[in-house]
């Protein structure tokens, strides 16, 4: 063969190589434009975390997720669940469809302000008179972005657990 062309291949394969090196660098940037947006995560756990100070200057806590309501619901409940599985709180959900928005704010159905950590949410809703268990989604925040071999990127959560950007729902 004419060493000509293995000059073209290789001229070729440097080529793809700065290609491959400039996409993992625009990916990183892209990345880690993620942090500090929530994200709505396949696990029906929730983590309930300070998301700012009240006018005393005591700390609010927030917890939010996502219930898929299905097509036109006529309401419905969600319920928050301690680590033991027991319910510290009822909420009422709205009649809807598609993905209702919840906030809970650690205060257990006794008035009782309950420690920051992870809950466990399910959710009933009203569907053509009946009701039936509904899909919940747990929203965490990004805190960083680690991108490893294969430029998979790797989110870092404020509850301490990581997941792959390709299991995320949905950004907000």
Known sequence: ??????????????AFGDLSTNLTGAQAIQASSLVGRSVATNSSTGH??????NADGEPVFAMRASIDMGVGADGG??????TNGDVVFTGNLPPGSGAM???WDGVA?????????????????NLDGSSRSARVYGHDQVVSVAIGAGNQV???LSSGR????SDV????
Do not use: C, R
């Open 109 to 125: 159905s006794n008035g009782e302000q309950l420690p920051p950590g992870d809950y466990h949410i399910s959710a009933d809703v």
């Open 77 to 82: 409940k969600f319920y928050v669940h301690d």
């Open 101 to 103: 928005p919840v906030i």
């Open 48 to 53: 309930l975390g300070a998301v700012g100070l």
């Open 1 to 14: 063969s004419d060493p000509k062309d293995f000059t073209g291949v290789q001229e070729l394969n440097q």
């Open 169 to 172: 729902k949905e950004f907000f």
């Open 154 to 156: 790797t989110l870092n």
């Open 162 to 165: 990581s997941m792959d950007v």
